[in-house]
């Protein structure tokens, strides 16, 4: 069942690898299925040398596995909240990128300091609080997603113009109406992340970019103005 979705979902996550994104196994990316039945994600652990589209592991809204003979990655129920807490989305990505994992262990926010980021994300990608000993002990994958819901509900975030986070002392987050698209702005993030860092080297007081920029930026790429690319 799925075949197309399989297959989509096992070149996105080879796509993790060929980015530079992932170490060994460190990341996943799934896909929703288009009646919103089903999920699509790599197997726990499994190279990303060996890796086919026969190897996906479908599974149904609850986790429940339908279909594969193989494990869905540990990182499921992180997925599975993300699709309940934000309709629309029907890819997410979960990697350990190295500058965006950085700001992550830092427990920083990621301002948008240019118009990189402001192609991407509609201001500052926010990191999670920390999870709790108990939240971490009992349910974690699960009590993930929500510490990430939690955050965008609480800084009156829309997670559409928002496509990313940073779960503290964890790593990177991304999603989007594909799997493909989530693993862009995976690649987005993890570069603004870097580009962050240089930025602070250079002034260690610099400030997030105007609201001017923010808007120019990232709506000529998005929404009913937007006139990047060929249409």
């Known amino acids: 069942m799925l075949e197309e979705l399989k297959e989509r979902v096992c070149r996105a996550n080879l796509a993790l690898a060929e980015s530079g994104l992932v170490v060994l196994t460190w990341g996943n990316v799934s896909g929703l299925s288009e009646d919103g039945k089903y999920v699509v994600i790599k197997p726990s652990g499994v190279s990303y040398g060996v890796m086919a589209p ?6 149904d809204r609850e986790g429940r596995v339908v279909e594969g003979a193989l494990r869905p990655s ?3 129920p992180t997925h599975l909240e993300l699709y309940r807490a934000f309709p629309g989305i029907r890819g997410a990505v979960h990697t350990h990128s190295r500058w965006a994992t950085a700001l992550a262990q830092a427990e920083e926010d990621l301002p948008c300091y240019g118009t990189t980021h402001a192609d991407y ?11 709790t000993p ?7 994958e699960t009590n993930t997603g929500l510490v990430i819901a939690e955050t965008f509900r609480h800084r009156g975030l829309d997670p559409a113009a928002v496509p990313g986070v940073l779960v503290c002392k964890h790593g990177p987050f991304t999603w989007g109406p594909t799997p493909e698209k989530a693993v862009e702005t995976a690649l987005v993030l993890d570069e603004c992340a870097h580009l962050a860092l240089l930025t602070r080297q250079f002034n260690p007081a610099v400030r997030p970019a105007p609201a001017a920029i923010l808007d120019k930026h990232y709506f000529r790429k998005h929404g009913a103005g937007a006139y990047y690319g060929q249409g």
């Open 54 to 59: 026969e190897h996906m592991v479908v599974t």
């Open 74 to 76: 540990t990182d499921l």
């Open 121 to 131: 994300f509609y201001g500052a990608v926010p990191c999670t609080r920390p999870l």
């Open 134 to 140: 108990e939240e971490i002990q009992d349910a974690y």
